[in-house]
């Protein structure tokens, strides 16, 4: 069970150098809302990357952002995988990245979309249920003093495997052994493995 989170929380180690500092806690409606509205459609690709721009995210440099570029560095140092992904951004939601990445092994391939904010945040357990409109039982919930994540399996929205929500506060001692600052919260969708389609690359979007 620890492994797992750990797995979850190390692919987004780090923190945008771009924020500013001493910025206010990012609301948990704005993650939430950055999620449903551009990950909650994971049947194709182009579902997603239509999404973003008809909500008005732009791609954003994931090397500009230490957060961001580890996710990348993590996955697309795994032998045997290929990793396309993009980052975007909206000015009207300071923070809040959404991440579209594909990673592909075999000939075939695993659409992610997240929501992350690696800014303070206001206490997000007992809040994804009504934020994300699920009427399921999360398929697993783990609810510590240094953590709250929740699972759907199969997942909340078309084309989710699995939908999940992961909260770090800043108290949590979890932080001590990672990058600081880390995510405070993440929220996941994941599609089945599926035939190799179009890119989500941002920098090719932004041509």
Not at 32 to 53: I, P, T
Not at 106 to 124: Q, R
Not at 156 to 173: N, Q, V
């Amino acid at each position: 069970m620890f492994s797992a989170v750990a797995i979850v929380l190390a692919s987004f180690t780090g923190a945008s150098a771009a924020l500013a500092e001493g910025a206010e806690n990012v609301p948990v409606a704005a993650v939430v809302q950055a999620f449903v509205e551009n990950c909650a459609d994971l049947e194709a690709e182009a579902n997603v990357l239509s999404a973003l721009e008809a909500n008005g995210w732009s791609p954003a440099d994931i090397k500009g952002h230490d957060g961001l570029a580890a996710m990348t560095s993590l996955h697309s140092d795994r032998e045997g995988y290929d990793l396309e992904a993009g980052a975007f951004a909206k000015p009207a939601v300071p923070h809040v990245f959404t991440m579209v990445s594909r990673t592909k092994a075999g000939g075939a391939h695993v659409l992610d979309c997240h929501a992350v904010t690696f800014e303070p945040t206001d206490d997000f357990r007992g809040k994804e249920l009504a934020g994300l409109g699920a009427k399921a039982i999360p398929t697993k919930v783990i609810d510590e003093p240094g953590m709250h994540m929740a699972i759907w399996d199969p997942g909340l929205f078309p084309g989710h495997r699995e939908t999940s929500i992961s909260y770090l506060p800043a108290t949590s001692a979890l932080r001590d052994h990672l990058p600081t600052p880390s995510p405070y919260i993440m929220i996941l969708g994941r599609s089945p493995s599926r035939s190799d389609g179009a890119a989500v690359n941002s920098e090719e979007r932004a041509e």
